[in-house]
């Protein structure tokens, strides 16, 4: 039985030879799809950035 299809938004991007290199890489060995591994790595670095703001608004 297939997946659901999961609400997106396609997104076209060009990025450095060297990262995408290293991104497959990281796929390859992680065994994760490209757009999952950009999923989280954006999702981990928005999350990041909100946790320093907050600590900054208590300072």
Known sequence: MPRPKKDNYP????????????????????????????ERALMAYIDEYYRQQEKLEHI
């Open 11 to 38: 997104l076209s991007l060009r990025i450095d030879k060297t990262v995408y290199e290293r991104l497959t890489q990281y796929c390859e060995d992680s065994g994760q799809t490209k757009t999952l591994a950009i």
